[in-house]
């Protein structure tokens, strides 16, 4: 009997024991299987998470931030304790102690899924498996992802330390508000950093892992809250915090950015704007779209914000001027269905859904408006971000009486008398606070709307090629396209100053005569016959006078004098154009460019002649802090000396190309200064420091500009429809652009101030009658009298004059500017002359840009 009890039990324990053999051998099997070909866990020990890159001022102040994930990457050692504690407490308790698994806890979540058939199936993955899962595996839920899971988890812990792999899960984990990372989250739902937060919302924060879309912090409050709790209680009991702070923090309220408790960081932030948007777009080309999004650089902009608004503003300001001037209500285009506006939580919901601009500040914030009512004569209206006072918000009539409306046929009704003529219920629209100018004291509500026009504006410093303020349009919000950097524009008059300047440089003068007559040319597309912008012709007139005034036949003349060729030759090596065609019409600015390049190649007359090269960006750092771009080249050959006393100034070695002449560069300088003294810019650009400076005005008006500069800013202007069409009679650079430059530069002098531009060395002046380039006594005075710079050595010869080789008929009678300022000066020749004498010409008619 005892044998065969022996002998059952035997077969029992080796029926158990081969089993347990076959099972060891069945797990080791699927474990060797699965263990195959698994990706390589040793990649995370270099694993650069994509963080945000952020774009700073040169006050280091953030103005902007891009990224796809929104995570700001935290070592482990700038992690508080708290806060790893939160996590691991509400994630895996037994962190620090197992191997990369936690065997107990698998089996525990096993039988609570068989107790409750299933119902209650939760994870018992630690944070070493999530990581796995994160990084290398994905989320599919299989049993071979689970095993897979566990083999690199467990080689995962023989690789890095503890610390090392909570680091990855704590940067790497989503936390809801598309922030990813403790970090981004600590931001977003507290704007705080990780060192301020408070025992319960670290523990708010490590609640979110499990699901972040189920704990959001307002529409699952409660939820969260008990969640949050939960966390708070295992720290205890992991013996993290006391019973007291547990306590303490237990009754602490849920609390977030998302329940208006905290102002959100981004509050602190601008609106995103042309600037920024623009150095994406560049930095995005320069170094890749994937890292400029993930790479966490940290970008120094040569923004000057205070300039930078001033821009916004002096542009808005001219664009606005104009659009209201035009009389035509186009509003937002946007309407919410009257049925919504029957409560005010109802018209306060769907107006913030509205996509509207919310970025203008012009005389006051602009705010977007619904039409509530419509009254005999006003509209009543509600702000948003405005609360409602008893009597309502109204648009009054007389704030309508400016405006018509466009049918639904294109044409345009009468002027509107009342608010119905142009408003309608449901219509959003924009409007500001119209004040007082003594006190600020309110007036009224009134309407404002984006302009159809639009335009671009920019300023640099002319030494640097720093970019201090950029504005691409009337509202970022409204069009993101720049029309500084992207819009191919027609630059008009504003080109001439290169025609100049390749004559400048071929040995002509300011004084030198070239012929203001009619010029009939043949070409493909038929006879063209430029005109000038008043219809008259001025006979024989010095180059300074041709350019103050704009002549459009002496630039085509000059042109064609010095050669198509050399002017193409000139643009292209200032960056005007890549490859600009040789034909005449090109001297008038018939070829498109852009803004930024204009503004950059008049910088280089500004400096005496040098190479500078634009730039929005000072220097750029990677994620550890190395320098990967500097766009200042110079070299201090003494900053590091020791011995350099306070008093002394370190030597700066520029190895900068020169692209012009520095004495053509003065020269021509000179010259655009007579554009502002008593051109085609006089009367509006009144700056009380030395300026120079050009307008621009295309054929029909459709393109107007003025680019202009003192002795450290340049600073340009274009308006136009994004369709070119014509702007309308009156539409000139200097009366539409010339305000807004204007405007800019007055604060710009006031900050950078300004002073009399350089005159280089190897030149001598000359006194000269500027309507017919008479050579005069160094001691004429007079308003018809300039002092010209001329080369050493090159003695200016008087009384040639060019005609470009174009054929002349007889008889034609100029218009005789000179003869209204006609004057007995002295020569230098010690006789008396009578400045500005008749000339007549051939006649021959004419057409095209001006």
Known sequence: MLRFILSFFGSIFTAVTLGLA????????????????????????????PTISRIYSGEGQIIDEFAKERRLFAPADEIPDMVKHAFISAEDKNFYTHKGYDARGMVSAAIDAVKSRGRNVRGASTITQQVMKNFLLGGERKIERKIKEIILATRLEETLPKDKILELYLNEIFLGQNSYGVAAAAQTYFNKTLSELTPHEAAMLASMPKAPSD?????????LLKRRNYVLREMKENGYITAAVYETEVKAPLQSVQNGDFESFRTALPPRDYFTDEIRRQLSDEFGEGEFFTGGLTVRATIDPEMQVDAAVALRRGLEEYDRSRGIWNGTGKKIDPAKLSTEESWRAALAETEVSRDIQLNGRWYPAVVLELGKNDARIGIEGIDTDADGHWIEAKDVQWARKRLDDGKLAKKARVAADLLDVGDVVLVRAMTKDSDNSFIRWTLRQVPEVQGGFMAMD?????????????????????????????????FKPFVYASALDSGYSPATIVIDAPIEINTPQGLWRPKNSSNQYYGPT???????????????????????????????????????????ANSLGAEETTLFKMVAAYAMFANGGERVEPTLVDRVQDRYGKTIYRHDKRVCTDCADPMLRKSDSPHI??????????????????????????????????????????????????????????SNIVA????????????????????????????????ATEKYGGGKFRVPPGGHF????????????????????????????????????????????????????????????????????????KASFGSVSSGGLY
């Open 22 to 49: 076959v099972v060891a051998l069945s797990i080791g099997a699927v474990f060797w299987i699965y263990g195959q070909d698994l990706p390589s866990h040793e990649s995370l020990a270099q694993y650069k998470p």
């Open 766 to 837: 000359i006194k000269i009658d500027r309507f017919t380039g008479a050579r005069l006594a160094d001691d004429a005075g007079g308003e018809n009298v300039v002092a010209e710079y001329f080369r050493d050595g090159e003695e200016p010869i008087f009384g040639v004059m060019y005609d470009g080789g174009f054929a002349m008929g007889s008889n034609l009678p100029l218009f005789e500017e000179v003869q209204e300022h006609s004057q007995e000066v002295t020569t230098s020749t010690g006789q008396r002359a009578v400045v500005g004498p």
């Open 542 to 584: 010095p180059l300074r006078t041709g350019i103050e005034r704009s002549r459009n036949l002496m630039t085509i003349r000059l042109a064609q004098e010095v050669g198509m060729d050399v002017v193409a030759a000139y643009a292209e090596k200032f960056g005007v154009y890549d490859q600009m065609g040789e034909f005449l």
């Open 462 to 494: 002319v030494n640097t090629g720093r970019v201090i303020a950029m504005q691409g349009g009337f509202s970022y919000q409204d069009s993101v396209f720049n029309r500084a950097t992207q819009a191919m524009r027609q630059p008009g008059s504003s």
């Open 215 to 223: 704990f959001h912090p307002v529409r699952n409050k409660d939820r």
């Open 653 to 710: 070695v520029s190895n900068r190309e020169r692209v012009m002449d520095a004495i053509t560069a003065y020269q021509l300088t000179s010259m655009m200064q007579g554009v502002v003294q008593r051109g085609t810019a006089a009367g509006v650009v009144r700056l009380g420091v030395p300026t120079a400076g050009k307008t621009g005005t295309t054929n029909d008006a459709k393109d107007v500009w003025f680019v202009g500069f003192t």
């Open 716 to 747: 340009g202007c274009y308006m136009g429809y994004d369709t070119p069409r014509p702007l309308g009679r009156g539409a000139y650079g200097g009366s539409m652009c010339g305000p807004v430059f204007q405007e800019f530069m007055l604060k």
